[in-house]
């Protein structure tokens, strides 16, 4: 079986875990046709009962960034939110591609035209979602990825460290994925019975100390539908996860790995919070991206995850930065603000938006995940056994 065909494999089978008769929504752009296409494929064997593709394209993306106003890029599409609440009633999953075929192709555009995007669909999507729609979100190889990558559009090469990654290289990386999904839980189970109320990351620019939650849940490899179906969000994830206290959040962040926002790359990224708040920013380059995208609205500069990776990931063992968070982020500990998982309370899927709120979640029509670690960097947590050392130079040690 060739790669692209494991692939598609393993993200219809293990990732979405499709059941007959399903509806499978593929997001994808048209620079990934071939992968959509193997997809498609994929699921309809699986037994999906149909599958509609939800076509992007970065050319006609900055056409629209170019000449149509913020007020109607942002605009609510009515037709576009019913949509979604049928896919959601109709028991759909869906599948998201990334990769960006050209990561250049904004660049010199208004960075707040740039930020802006329809809000209410992207909230709406998130409530169907919590509420038990099965997700997968998986990077698409293509020659503008990998020439971001390596300097050169070499695809199979890309596709060679995409495969290590989400494990294509053994027998049976749906097996390896269930195997690699229980090890993150049962490190999610440890660190829920140690009752942490704070977390310190520190490390080479890096000294922030988040509060936690008292019903913080940590989450790691897959998740469960209403229906007690197993599912991996994201392929590949190697993180242990929780969403914060979004008021407590004191300290300075060095992002260690490229960010992509709006299709921007951005670099050498600083950010400081004080009382929860991202309160400065600076760049090597496109700064002013950042800063568009944060007054997307009030919870876009506050945390919604914070999690903990370490060294054994696969992704970290490749050695390659991936400009894409879907990999980046599981190379090395990382935060992301924007808005919180619910499911990572206890309770917090039967809450209602407001008590979530109450309670100290985040909301926001953004979550963009930043790493902070690698080499060097070291976390503790606080709680009823005083602080705890989790990871240490990078490497697990609890």
Not at 264 to 291: C, K, P, S
């Amino acid at each position: 079986m060739v790669v692209i065909e494991r692939f598609a494999e393993l993200v219809v089978r293990g990732g979405i875990n499709v059941q007959p008769g399903q509806g499978v929504v593929l997001y994808t752009d048209t620079a990934h046709l071939e992968i959509a296409r193997a997809l498609t494929e994929a699921a309809y064997a699986a037994g999906a009962g149909w599958v509609e593709p939800i076509w992007s394209d970065g050319p006609m993306r900055r056409s629209a960034v170019r000449h149509a106003t913020i007020e109607n890029l942002s605009a609510v599409r009515p037709w576009a939110l019913a949509r979604i609440e049928e896919w959601r009633d109709a028991g759909a999953a869906w599948i998201r591609l990334l990769g960006e075929p050209d990561p250049h192709l904004l660049d010199g555009l208004d960075p707040a035209k740039v930020a802006a995007s329809p809000a209410e669909e992207t909230q709406a999507m998130r409530r169907a979602v919590f509420n038990g729609m099965r997700w997968t979100v998986v990077g698409a190889p293509n020659p503008g990825w990998a020439r971001q990558v390596f300097g050169e559009p070499d695809v199979e090469r890309l596709w060679k460290a995409v495969g290590t990654a989400m494990r294509l290289d053994l027998e049976d990386p749906v097996a390896a994925w269930q195997e690699r999904a229980e090890m993150l839980a049962e490190r999610g189970r440890q660190l829920d019975a140690l009752e942490l109320t704070e977390l310190r990351y520190s490390g080479e620019g890096t000294d922030l100390t988040v509060g936690l939650l008292p019903d913080s849940r940590w989450k790691g490899g897959g998740l469960v539908d209403a229906d007690g179906v197993p599912y991996l969000p994201n392929i590949p994830t190697e993180e242990v996860f929780t969403s914060p206290d979004r008021r407590r959040a004191e300290g300075v962040i060095r992002v260690t790995r490229p960010v992509v926002i709006a299709g921007q790359v951005i670099t050498g990224l600083r950010v400081t919070f004080a009382g929860g708040r991202i309160t400065e920013v600076a760049a090597d380059d496109n700064a002013d991206v950042v800063r568009a995208h944060l007054d997307t609205d009030e919870g876009a500069r506050r945390l919604g995850e914070v999690a903990l990776v370490d060294r054994d990931s696969r992704i970290a063992r490749t050695g390659v930065v991936f400009h894409n968070m879907l990999f980046d982020e599981n190379a090395a500990c990382h935060v992301a603000w924007g808005q919180s998982f619910p499911f990572a309370v206890a309770g917090g899927g039967a809450m209602t938006e407001q008590q979530r709120a109450d309670l100290g979640l985040n909301m926001s029509s953004v979550h963009t995940d930043v790493v902070i670690g690698g080499e060097g960097i070291s976390v503790a947590g606080r709680g009823p056994r005083g602080t705890v050392e989790i990871i240490r130079d990078d490497e697990w040690v609890l």
